[in-house]
């Protein structure tokens, strides 16, 4: 798929990009056969479907040139950001510098080390485990995530110029970038809230403030309750909602985010008592993303998307506020200086990109198809009936639906309903002992209209003729696929 770190949530993304391609307004979840609504809404991927259908590419091809423009268009929207607390050029480009690149201390420690912190401490690095931690592993990982932080820098922008000016067309353009983020990714949202809320108390802010901050929340308010709706009455996005993230331990913190938290502290402590709004505006975002960090939200993890904005612009404000000075007096090079500090703060995404290197090269198959499964997939896209369910094992089930815009009975660990116990289901089901009575009951509770026999199926046992009618549609040597004739759907797709 070319991408790094997790392939379910890259093909999760595909499906609905799929859909949308495809002409879809509102999506389904693809990764499961349970009764659901339909009414999934989601602006970035229907855009995304759209771009792939009007430029004819490839839908893998497509979804990394989505990625590489959504990294130009994340860079400006830091540059016009750091506007807000810069005024040099050379400032902002340093500043957007630091928070594209950076990383934190999680280069310092070996796996052994890590996997001890890990058991005895519940010490993790976040920049290695968490790609939401830095911009750059985001712009690595996925678009999903480079949209959401556009949305969240374009909310900040232009709700701190309406605390300002308390123009009204700019509080409008705040309230529709959060709406937006509710419908992208909502819970980013919750990240801006908090920290708008706490900036303004920081503050004291008076009753006019309070308003502009009003109309944001009226204006993007109503994306989260479509969200909360859909999650309430849909079973299928429910069980999704139900998954739980947590945060990690403080420590964690100071490990993922290394010099940058180091510098933040350093500058909230040296700048206590005289702060300007600027300055009050990124603690508040850091001191919010700790609040809500720790609540009892099923979405912790999550909420440590854009975290490295806010350390990343107080750290650059440390630069040029102290250290710039001390140099000078001291006639050391700055610009020395300057490319040190980035160069201590790159490392670890050195260290995730060759260990995911090591482990394509190690395990192919968590990254890659085989051929004759890639080529099986073409053809299942171009010849089989959407809306179609098929049976095949978990891994397989995982790239069906977004390189085929058919449904599986399994294939995400909580986009499936019941994720566990029907990727233990699809495994037993191509096992050479498995019963013939249980595999025939499993059909039809799959609702499959298809059966999939490729190499990770394989991998689990000899071929086995399915114990119902059945008829062979292609077979490439390495990969077969037969259409099933259950008596409910006798005479469905001839």
Request: overall charge positive; aromatic content about 18%.
């Amino acid at each position: 798929m070319g991408s790094l770190g997790n392939n379910y949530d890259q093909a999760s993304y595909l499906s609905w990009i799929k859909e949308g391609q495809e002409g879809k307004l509102l999506f389904e979840e693809l990764y499961t056969t349970e009764k659901q609504s339909g009414l999934f809404f989601n602006p970035f991927f229907l855009a995304c479907g759209q771009f792939t259908r009007i430029t004819g590419l490839d839908m893998i091809v497509s979804y990394h040139v989505i990625r590489l423009l959504l990294v130009f268009c994340l860079v400006f929207a830091l540059y016009l950001f750091s506007g807000l607390f810069f005024a040099k050029f050379r400032e902002r480009f340093y500043c957007v510098a630091l928070v594209s690149l950076g990383s934190g201390f999680g280069f310092l420690f070996s796996d052994s080390a890590l996997n001890y912190l890990s058991k005895s401490f519940n010490l993790v690095a976040l920049d290695l485990w968490v790609p939401e931690t830095t911009v750059f592993s985001s712009m690595m990982h996925k678009p999903l995530f480079l949209a959401a932080l556009i949305c969240m820098i374009l909310c900040f922008y232009f709700q701190l110029r309406a605390l300002k000016s308390l123009n009204k067309y700019t509080v409008y353009a705040s309230g529709l970038c959060g709406l937006m983020l509710a419908l992208v990714h909502p819970y980013d949202l919750a990240s801006v809230y908090a920290a708008l809320f706490v900036f303004l108390l920081w503050s004291k802010s008076g009753y006019k403030r309070w308003l502009v901050f009003a109309g944001f929340i009226a204006i993007s308010a109503p994306g989260l309750l479509y969200q909360y709706l859909l999650s309430h009455f849909d079973q299928v996005f429910r069980s999704w909602a139900g998954t739980v993230t947590v945060s990690g331990t403080p420590y964690s913190y100071l490990v993922g985010y290394g010099i940058f938290f180091v510098l933040a502290a350093a500058y909230a402590w040296q700048t206590r008592g005289k702060r300007k709004e600027p300055e009050l505006f990124l603690l508040s975002w850091v001191l919010a993303h700790f609040i809500i960090a720790y609540l009892p939200l099923r979405f912790e993890r999550r909420l440590v998307l854009g975290l490295m904005i806010p350390l990343g612009l107080l750290t650059a404000m440390w630069f040029f506020r102290y250290a710039v000075p001390f140099l000078r007096k001291k006639k050391l090079p700055v610009l020395a200086a300057a490319l040190s500090l980035c160069a201590i703060t790159v490392p670890s995404h050195f260290r995730f990109v060759a260990g995911e290197l090591e482990n394509a090269g190690r395990y192919p198959y968590n990254y890659a198809l085989p051929a004759g499964d890639f080529t099986a997939l073409k053809w299942m896209d171009a010849n089989l009936p959407k809306g179609s369910t098929v049976f095949a094992f978990f891994p397989t089930g995982v790239y069906i639906p977004g390189m085929c815009g058919l449904k599986v009975y399994a294939g995400h660990y909580d986009q499936t309903v019941n994720a566990d116990a029907k990727r233990k289901d699809s495994g037993k089901f191509y096992e050479k002992d498995a019963p013939a009575a249980f595999r025939k009951l499993l059909l039809v509770k799959s609702k499959a209209e298809y059966v999939y026999y490729g190499s990770f199926e394989a991998s689990i046992g000899p071929y086995r003729e399915p114990p119902v009618p059945f008829r062979e549609i292609y077979n490439s040597g390495s990969v077969k696929i037969l259409l099933l004739n259950l008596p409910a759907r006798s005479g469905s797709n001839q």
